[in-house]
């Protein structure tokens, strides 16, 4: 993970250096995402068939390889290559993910609730250490050796956690194979399946006011996610002037608000209704975005958006806490998955929408003008949660299905 943020950050600033597009830009996000989209849907059909533990090994190798191209960037005239990998990197941890996730209730007391709650919250927080560390290395990798070193530097994070994960003792097997059916069935159940799902889960949350309210919000709050994804690399290069090691301080030191935000809600968060939570929490995360995004009206420096993004980990975790929960008072066990399933089909297309206007945009009308839209939609989209679920009915206890 720290590989990741170090491979994010150095990309987006140098393409974007090199290019002074942000069009270039979009299509870095795009590139990485869009293959995490589309493979997901099936990759877990065949992480579990495969050896969990041989599979994580063999994606760190392919994705250390597929860093090689990178070495020969050494212009805007090569910019090009990093797309191609960028997908290739992309789809293969596309695989790695689920196959690390069915891994670790191997190596811990599986039957042991608490044990397992741990390695999870453990697994969890190293991602915070990981954009912590990784997002302030790959803006000094970035500014020392350009994106050559950035590949070099994520290579070697690779190929180490495929060791690490070498050294596993337990065994990756799957327990049975008996009655496999082949992948081309699995693949195509699969598809149908999913397509059942997200027809259930739009016909059930389209029916719940307050499910339909979450979606929209989803769906207002990603399109801002993706700009953001976009234009944040150019708005530290060209709108504060600040170089690759900028950008991975004010990256990476988000963070620390979110181990604050997260323990504040552990601590108090029960004492407050969900609905609030997420309205007032997304009003003041727009309010803060917009005074990152703008102050340089006033002040061109680096280190107010470096406090912006700290300060903003509070009211994100609020969001977050407070979104989960109504999804979760206002769907049933049985009906739940689908339900997430169609936030994250919306989730992801809102993304990529985002993400393309902000490359077109972004270049039309100027880099600030585009971010704010990420602020103005989280303050149209708390304040229609508070307007809105003001007379939403009480949920329904869930129902748990036998």
């Given amino acids: 993970m720290t590989g990741d943020w170090l ?15 942000t069009l270039a830009s979009a299509a870095t996000l795009l590139a990485g995402f869009v293959p995490q989209v589309l493979a997901g849907l099936v990759a877990g059909v065949f992480v579990d068939r495969w050896d969990r533990r041989r599979t994580m090994v063999i994606a760190h190798v392919l994705l250390a390889a597929g860093l090689l191209p990178l070495f ?16 290739w990197e992309s789809a293969i941890e596309v695989f790695f993910a689920p196959a690390e996730q069915a891994m670790l209730p191997r190596v811990v007391e599986e039957s042991d609730a608490g044990e397992l709650i741990t390695a999870n919250a453990l697994n969890a927080q190293s991602q ?25 530097v994520d290579a070697i994070t690779f190929l180490i956690a495929g060791a690490l994960v070498l050294a596993i003792k337990t065994s990756g097997r799957r327990t049975s194979d008996d009655g496999d059916d082949s992948a081309e069935d699995l693949v195509l159940g699969r598809l149908a399946e999913l397509r059942a799902e997200w027809t259930e889960g739009l016909r059930v949350s389209w029916g719940s006011p307050t ?19 976009t ?8 709108v504060l002037h600040g170089g690759p090691q900028a950008l991975g301080l004010i990256s990476g030191i988000q963070a620390v608000g979110g181990v604050v935000g997260a323990l504040v809600v552990a601590t108090f968060g029960g004492r407050w209704s969900p609905r609030r939570m997420l309205g ?3 009003l003041a995360f727009g309010v803060v975005d917009l005074v990152v995004f703008l102050y340089p009206l006033t002040l061109v420096a680096t280190w107010p958006a470096a406090v912006g993004m700290v300060v903003v980990g509070l009211p994100g975790a609020i969001v977050s806490a407070g979104m989960m929960t109504l999804f979760q008072q206002h769907s049933t066990d049985r009906q739940r998955g689908r339900v997430f399933a169609l936030v994250m089909l919306a989730r992801s297309v809102a ?16 880099i600030m003008p585009v971010l704010a839209c990420q602020g103005v939609g989280y303050v149209v989209a708390g304040s229609m949660v508070l307007i809105c679920l003001e007379r939403a009915p009480a949920p329904r206890r869930p129902l748990v299905s036998a």
């Fill in 7 to 21: 491979l994010a950050i150095g990309l987006t600033y140098s393409v974007y250096a090199l290019t002074g597009s």
């Fill in 72 to 87: 020969a960037v050494q212009g805007v005239g090569q910019v090009w290559i990093v797309f191609p990998v960028l997908i």
């Fill in 128 to 152: 915070n250490v990981a954009r912590l560390v990784g997002g302030g290395l790959g803006g000094v990798v970035a500014a020392v050796g350009g994106i050559p070193a950035v590949a070099v």
């Fill in 211 to 229: 499910v339909r309210v979450l979606l929209v919000f989803c769906l207002i709050t990603s399109v801002g996610e993706g700009i953001m994804g």
């Fill in 231 to 238: 234009l944040f690399a150019p708005f530290v290069r060209s």
């Fill in 280 to 282: 007032c929490g997304a």
């Fill in 351 to 366: 993304m990529v929408v985002g993400t393309t206007a902000a490359g077109f945009l972004g270049e039309a009308i100027g």
